[in-house]
């Protein structure tokens, strides 16, 4: 079965940190894009953070500029979300999100979306 899997969410207090991970497993052939959004209860999830295949072009919401890094490990198709100086309005759940090239049983998915099960991320004031 392929998936993405979150892991690193918590409660934290306001200018604390925290690391979010999410590892890709499966019959996956490529993932092309990767990145992170975030979703709170009554609002539409929103885009934090993206980064290319190569790695070398990430976009950020301007929300979070300056504060959080986006970075992957194409050897491991691992995407990481690392959360500095954060701020009672990150509080939502985090989804990882790829878009990739897999093998679903018998079913050969090109270029389609994939989503994490989500990681709540909690910042106390």
């Known amino acids: 079965q392929v998936q993405l899997v979150e892991s690193g969410g918590g409660l934290v207090q306001a200018g604390g940190s925290l690391r979010l991970s999410c590892a890709a497993s499966?019959?996956?052939?490529?993932?092309?894009?990767m990145g992170w959004y975030r979703q709170v209860p009554g609002r539409q999830r929103e885009l934090v953070a993206r980064i290319t295949s190569d790695g070398d072009t990430t976009i950020y919401a301007d929300s979070v500029k300056g504060r959080f890094t986006i970075a992957r490990d194409n050897a491991k198709n691992t995407v990481t979300l690392q959360m500095d100086s954060l701020k009672p309005e990150d509080t939502a759940v985090y989804y990882c999100n790829a878009e990739a090239t897999f093998l679903e049983g018998s079913l050969f998915n090109r270029d389609q979306p994939l989503w994490g099960q989500g990681t709540l991320v909690t910042v106390s004031s």
């Open positions: 499966g019959s996956i052939f490529s993932v092309n894009h």
